[in-house]
């Protein structure tokens, strides 16, 4: 009897992690096959807009950050550039004051209190119809804020989340990270076709002034949590390919894993314990479902699979001949094939991981370590929402020089 058991939690498990990464945006591309992309009303107009950075001990990227957000091409007398500082500690604020004169303006918390508090600061003082909020690395190409700006013509849009290219190509994490975001952003792109997208970042993420309602600031992942107030308020979250942030590869896998537990930690924060997964339409719900819920819990759904195999192999019973019944029983040495298998996959990432403390560079095997390593990144934010031992404050990514 308990082999049926092990088997419908094997297959229940590898259906669910199927649909959150292949059934789910297949669907959102075949619904989005044929629609028209957005048409945008009135291209010239061009609304106040206040780009805001948060800042926490960024003085090796504040700089360049400033140089290219004043080099942008919207009119000066239309754009506040806003820095919020968060009790940086190694001259960050000095940096900023020098642009002083070219118009910056800098707001200072001299005690720490995380990206949330920093980003309410900054909206007390946002003075643009349309607020910009990026992190302090990425750099942004020249017509971006133009480009964002013009989607919040159709009156239905609330929030626009741009593009996020990577653009250093010379470490592990460049090439996995760069084409696991080609992914995410068609994906975007199928859910705003149809509606709205649920996945959002901090890069450029543009919303309606009017609509920002102060978050607590032990919130974790900001963005989605603005995002998801403004879709209860029956707006849009829309993505716009052609708006591009440009920003560092992690220098490491582990800080792409540090930065994707906290990340994990924020999006069951954000379901769970601030009930965003009570979406205000069936449509928003499933969407949720699918591809906020079902990604950070697929490393529990891969566990479930590894486990269920494996005691269904060693409680192997002898093949029947019939091969479909076989397989879906995991009997004999189906099972073991099967489990075979996933070995193998988790043996090649732990081979990536070798070959990246040897400074060596394999793709496939990059890919790999890549998906597993932030899975297992999902499971340990998932053990520190539960535990509530992910800290609010937040920290910045480190690159290669």
Request: glycine content about 6%.
């Amino acid at each position: 009897m308990i082999l049926p058991i092990l088997a419908f939690v094997f297959w229940i498990c590898v259906a669910a992690f199927l649909w959150t990464y292949f059934g789910y945006p297949l669907l959102m591309y075949l619904r989005a096959r044929g629609k028209p992309s957005p048409s945008v009303a009135a291209p010239d107009s061009l609304p106040t807009l206040t780009l805001l950075i948060p800042a926490h001990n960024e003085a090796d990227v504040i700089r360049r950050k400033l140089n290219n957000s004043l080099t942008l091409n919207y009119p000066r007398d239309r754009l506040q550039i806003l820095v919020v500082d968060d009790g940086s500690s190694d001259g960050t604020p000095d940096i900023v004051r020098e642009f002083a004169a070219r118009g910056v303006t800098l707001i200072e918390q001299p005690v720490r209190g995380g990206k949330m508090a920093a980003v309410n600061t900054g909206f007390a003082h946002a003075t643009g119809e349309i607020v910009v909020l990026s992190d302090a690395s990425p750099s942004y190409e020249s017509e971006s804020l133009r480009i964002l700006a013009r989607r919040f013509a159709d009156p239905t849009v609330g929030v626009v989340v741009g593009t996020l290219a990577v653009w250093d190509a010379t470490t592990a994490v460049a090439k996995p990270a760069g084409l696991y975001w080609r992914y995410e952003a068609a994906l975007r792109r199928w859910e705003s076709k149809t509606g709205s997208t649920v996945a959002v970042h901090g890069n450029m993420f543009a919303i309606r002034r009017a609509l920002y309602r102060p978050l607590r600031t032990e919130i974790i992942n900001d963005e989605f949590s603005i995002a998801m107030e403004v879709l209860r308020q029956g707006y849009r979250v829309v993505y716009e390919p052609d708006a591009i942030s440009y920003d560092d590869a992690s220098a490491t896998m582990r800080d792409e894993f540090n930065r994707r537990v906290r990340i994990n930690a924020g999006r069951y924060q954000a379901l769970f314990s601030a009930g965003y997964l009570k979406a205000p339409t069936p449509e928003l719900a499933f969407r949720l479902f699918s591809h906020k819920l079902l990604r950070p819990l697929t490393p529990v759904l891969m566990l479930l699979i590894l486990l269920a195999n494996l005691f269904a192999v060693l409680l192997s019973q002898p093949t029947t001949g019939n091969i479909l019944g076989d397989i879906l029983l995991l009997r004999g040495w189906w099972g073991g094939l099967i489990l075979l298998g996933q070995l193998a996959f988790y043996g090649l990432a732990v081979a990536g991981w070798l070959a990246e403390r040897r400074g060596k560079h394999y793709r496939v095997l990059n890919v790999i370590y890549f998906f597993v390593s932030s899975n297992l990144a999902a499971l340990v934010g998932l053990w520190r929402w539960a535990r509530g031992t992910q800290h609010v404050t937040w920290q910045k990514r480190t690159a290669d020089s």
